[in-house]
């Protein structure tokens, strides 16, 4: 926890930051409303504590600044931080009126030090528990879902899982790579639960599923009047994030213009939301993810040099799990254990001819596909226990290299029918698909063209 001190008075500054320290707190201190908003703007802090009758210099031909002025400040710029208002006997009528303006909670002089400390962190905590709630929201998925852990007992989960250990620790910036369904976003959490602040947020954000217009907003956030429907302030989930992770899913998607943005981010530990004039400290871990070839979408000026650089300080690569086939037994386990525990149900065992199956399969669509295939299982299996029947894999196994509508030959095309441009079109970027296992991000790669344009494609054909 780091806190900003506010008071005119040395002495009171002093024993409480040092109090402060004792309890284990970090602290600045200023003693005026200009030296702390320049302390305000150059790191982040998780809590202010503020003197309501604040004095200090002012520059010359300006008014010093109450401590109620630099609460209405505070709470003008937008710096997410809470305070805590300092009042003595004859200004309970002030402190109350600064809890109206914005303020979280008041102490009457003289400060009982350990009552401030019980004050700070519960402040602290609930401001915490609320980025959690509203990041997990915005994310689409609770932290009590998912794959918790790296499930596995191949050596290449233990190489990855010795990863995490060693640089958990460290506040590097983390790029992960590896195929659509290998579990980016497991690995991500898995660095961020085993790291020192493992209960502040952790923000997913997948930059492929976000439009363009509104990636910005939700990243930086936005002042009101930013743009048309901006009602009020938002904050992005660099914020909200606080001193915990923001993992940015897809990162190859990411449009040039917002990659000049991130570069800044990480340059600086700032963001300035959108429309905004103040410069906002961050300081949460950076953690990417791709399932495309970052290094060829440096060459091809797709993606900047400098921020491909800045976000590959440590690698991690996901094995394929194809390639680790002795995971499946477990894996299999852990999914049939999560799926039933969601139906409400028993899980069933899964008999060997039925595991022999699954480990000779080479699940292109990785664990993703793995738990669509027990999800099936799980509806057709009948006597309590999963059969070689009730997996299900035909559909998924990959297509043959050249599907009768590509060829080009009378079997594509009847004597006499010419397809028309749109035709050829639906049928190309079907087929695409269909050789990517289903992955969009993989067909528009093959095709030359960009996700955005299949998205739209496969809503036009009313296919998504």
């Known amino acids: 926890m780091r806190v900003l001190i506010v008071d005119d008075e040395k002495n009171i500054r002093e024993s409480l930051k040092k109090y402060l320290s004792f309890e284990g707190i970090d602290s600045d201190t200023a003693p005026s409303a200009k030296e702390a908003l320049d302390l305000l703007e150059s790191a982040p802090y998780d809590a202010a504590i503020l003197d309501l009758r604040l004095g200090g210099m002012a520059a010359a031909g300006e008014p010093v600044?109450?401590?109620?002025?630099?609460?209405?400040?505070?709470?003008?710029?937008?710096?997410?931080?809470?305070?805590?208002?300092?009042?003595?006997?004859?200004?309970?009528?002030?402190?109350?009126?600064?809890?109206?303006?914005?303020?979280?909670?008041?102490?009457?002089?003289?400060?009982?030090?350990?009552?401030?400390?019980?004050?700070?962190?519960?402040?602290?905590?609930?401001?915490?528990?609320?980025?959690?709630?509203?990041?997990?929201?915005?994310?689409?998925?609770?932290?009590?879902?998912?794959?918790?852990?790296?499930i596995g007992l191949s050596a290449a989960i233990k190489t990855l899982?010795?990863?995490?250990?060693?640089?958990?620790?460290?506040?590097?910036?983390?790029?992960?790579?590896?195929?659509?369904?290998?579990?980016?976003?497991?690995?991500?959490?898995?660095?961020?639960?085993?790291?020192?602040?493992?209960?502040?947020?952790?923000?997913?954000?997948?930059?492929?599923?976000?439009?363009?217009?509104?990636?910005?907003?939700?990243?930086?956030?936005?002042?009101?009047?930013?743009?048309?429907?901006?009602?009020?302030?938002?904050?992005?989930?660099?914020?909200?994030?606080?001193?915990?992770?923001?993992f940015l899913d897809e990162i190859g998607e990411m449009p040039v213009p917002l990659q000049v943005k991130l570069l800044r981010v990480l340059q600086e530990r700032k963001i300035r939301r959108l429309g905004g004039i103040v410069d906002i400290?961050?300081?949460?871990?950076?953690?990417?993810?791709?399932?495309?070839?970052v290094e060829a979408l440096v060459k091809e000026g797709k993606f900047r040099e400098d921020l491909y650089y800045r976000l590959n300080v440590f690698r991690i690569s996901l094995p394929p799990l194809r390639e680790r086939g002795e995971d499946v037994p477990v894996l299999a386990e852990f999914l049939l254990d999560k799926l039933c525990s969601r139906m409400g149900r028993a899980a069933p065992p899964i008999e060997e001819a039925a595991l022999r199956l699954l480990k000779s399969y080479t699940f292109p669509g990785n664990v993703r596909e793995l738990e669509n295939i027990l999800e099936r299982a799980l509806i057709f299996c009948e006597n309590g226990i999963i059969t070689e029947n009730d997996i299900d894999i035909h559909e998924a196994l990959p297509p043959r290299e050249e599907p009768p509508q590509e060829r080009g030959s009378e079997e594509a095309v009847p004597r006499g029918k010419i397809r028309t441009l749109a035709e050829i079109e639906k049928i190309s970027i079907l087929a695409a698909l269909e050789r990517n296992g289903g992955n969009r991000t993989g067909a528009a790669e093959e095709l030359g063209i960009t996700r955005k344009t299949i998205l739209n494609k496969l809503k036009e054909y009313g296919t998504l």
């Open 281 to 293: 400290p961050v300081n949460a871990r950076i953690i990417s993810a791709t399932n495309r070839n």
């Open 65 to 150: 600044m109450s401590g109620q002025d630099l609460l209405t400040a505070i709470l003008e710029k937008g710096f997410p931080v809470p305070v805590i208002m300092i009042s003595a006997h004859g200004q309970i009528e002030d402190a109350v009126a600064a809890l109206k303006a914005g303020a979280k909670d008041y102490l009457v002089k003289p400060v009982d030090p350990a009552e401030l400390v019980i004050r700070l962190r519960a402040l602290v905590e609930n401001r915490r528990r609320e980025n959690v709630l509203e990041t997990e929201k915005r994310s689409g998925v609770s932290r009590k879902t998912g794959i918790n852990g790296m």
């Open 161 to 246: 899982s010795s990863q995490i250990d060693k640089l958990s620790g460290h506040d590097v910036t983390v790029l992960i790579t590896g195929e659509s369904g290998t579990g980016k976003e497991v690995a991500a959490r898995e660095i961020h639960r085993r790291g020192p602040n493992s209960l502040s947020p952790f923000a997913a954000v997948n930059i492929g599923g976000i439009h363009e217009s509104l990636m910005e907003s939700e990243l930086f956030g936005h002042e009101k009047g930013a743009f048309t429907g901006a009602a009020g302030r938002r904050q992005g989930l660099f914020e909200l994030a606080g001193s915990g992770t923001i």
